[in-house]
């Protein structure tokens, strides 16, 4: 299993190969991490400390891909991490590989406290409808952001790393938009179907995108990015009463069929005040459903077609129409 933690020391490796490093060595010899991953895991990681110095002493990046639990804890004890802390770290590595996700969560080293991110290819894709190098950099980016930003948490922390994300990802794409929409999508999406609202990060991705072409986005250095992604989930996360109000008008959709979803869905959305956040988040979530292609919500492809569903497009363009020309739903027609 691949490890990196920022400091400044030598490479060691484990016994299959993979690089165990505390950043600051650049040994030119360093061998490809897990094919599992389809990034190189050891690269993005020296990048992520030479455009952030602070993660040196700050983080520590565990490539759950990699099955070698023995080698990992060794490396660990050599590091110093606190043995209860391993303990944390493997029951972490564990999850990540049954869920097929990614962690970031508070450890100990020499008494100081650090972040572990444990890194793993999401089971279903967040950056787009299909797995790929763009998926795993947003999973790398969304949980570093975790590890610069240690005192946010919940769904603050959630929106500044999904916008710290995203605004790589236009750095890192050259401002291709899409992805990062469906990603705002999924966010609403998995939101109304299990009624937590930790990941709805969708409010501020929007914003995002609506400001993509006219801000200066792909000259920000990696510390204003980083602050101004905490700058845009700062305004944009929605508080705790638009929580709750969303939580109550969505309810009815908690754990239904997928198609049986997207019927409520409409009623909900049609049925609601053009200018509330209901509105806004269920014509998010049944555009991109109604959308010529169709669109994939983990696994399972959903195409809302017929006269009963072009009818109802026509009633949401409709009631979308009334709408500022600036507002997010729009942003596409603009």
Not at 43 to 50: Q, S
Not at 302 to 319: E, N, P, Q, V, Y
Request: proline share 4%; hydrophobic share 40%; charged share 30%.
């Amino acid at each position: 299993m691949d490890i990196i933690q920022f400091k400044q020391t030598a490479l060691r490796r484990d016994r299959r190969g993979n690089a165990v490093v505390r950043t600051g060595s650049m040994a030119k010899d360093r061998k490809k991490p897990a094919p599992a991953l389809r990034f190189d895991f050891n690269e993005a990681v020296k990048k992520v400390v030479r455009d952030h110095p602070q993660l040196k002493d700050g983080a520590l990046y565990i490539n759950a891909a990699n099955d070698d639990w023995d080698a990992t804890e060794t490396a660990l004890l050599s590091l110093s991490v606190d043995e209860d802390d391993i303990d944390e770290i493997k029951k972490g590595v564990k999850e990540a590989r049954r869920l097929k996700t990614s962690f970031c969560q508070a450890i100990s080293i020499d008494d100081k406290e650090l972040s572990a991110v444990i890194l793993h290819p999401d089971k279903n894709p967040l950056y787009g409808a299909a797995h790929g190098p763009a998926d795993d950099i947003g999973t790398f980016d969304h949980e570093t952001s975790h590890a610069l930003t240690p005192g946010l948490s919940g769904i603050l922390g959630e929106n500044t790393a999904d916008a710290y994300a995203s605004l790589r990802h236009l750095q890192r794409f050259k401002g291709e938009e899409d992805d990062i929409d469906y990603c705002g999508w999924k966010r609403a999406a998995i939101f109304m179907r299990a009624g937590v609202p930790s990941h709805l990060t969708t409010f501020t991705l929007d914003r995002i995108l609506c400001d993509a072409k006219a801000a200066d986005f792909m000259s920000l250095t990696p510390a204003e990015t980083i602050a101004i992604a905490k700058d845009y989930a700062k305004k944009h996360t929605p508080d705790d009463r638009k929580v709750k109000r969303l939580q109550n008008d969505f309810k009815r959709l908690k754990k239904l069929p997928l198609g049986e979803t997207f019927n409520k869905l409409a009623h909900i959305t049609l049925k609601a005040d053009v200018k509330s956040d209901t509105f806004y988040l269920g014509a998010r979530v049944l555009k991109g459903a109604l959308a010529e292609s169709g669109v994939t919500l983990d696994g399972e492809h959903i195409a809302l077609t017929g006269s009963k569903w072009d009818g109802i497009r026509r009633k949401l363009d409709a009631k979308i129409d009334q709408l500022p020309a600036k507002h997010p739903l729009r942003r596409k027609a603009a």
